[in-house]
């Protein structure tokens, strides 16, 4: 089992996170960014060229059965539920094939309205709640995996 990131956009203290329980686990942990970023830290870091999709398009690559992957993005997400052991938002919610439909039918009703010139929120702020759920959930899925 890997942890592997979707580094680009996923908040610092999710990666911390992710750094400790790999830690623990023994886990091999993988951040996957464009070269228009730096990382360092004591895992893998795969650069790809800056482009859309592009780091999408190598975790899709890279990514095995039984990897997690930590992601805000829901087309990646859609594309990798059948493929690995978990996929999971960094605010700690696990993508399912029962949540992805409703979540993806947002996505499109967002984009729908900011097409026709509405303005939509953004997200939230990220709160210290949130990465309590994030590495709740996260060691869940270890647990249930060992």
Known sequence: MRIIIDADATP???KLICEQLAKKYELE???VIDNAHELTGDFKV?????GKDSVDLEIVKISKNEDIIITQDYGLATILIEKVYAVIHP???RY???NIESLMF???MG???RN???RTKGPKKRERKDDQLFEENLMKILKEYF
């Open 29 to 31: 942990l993988i951040m």
């Open 106 to 108: 947002q996505r499109h």
């Open 46 to 50: 795969i650069k790809v060229d800056k």
């Open 12 to 14: 610092k203290n999710a």
């Open 111 to 113: 984009q729908k309205m």
């Open 116 to 118: 026709a010139g509405k």
């Open 96 to 98: 399912t094939k029962f």
């Open 91 to 93: 605010k700690g919610m």
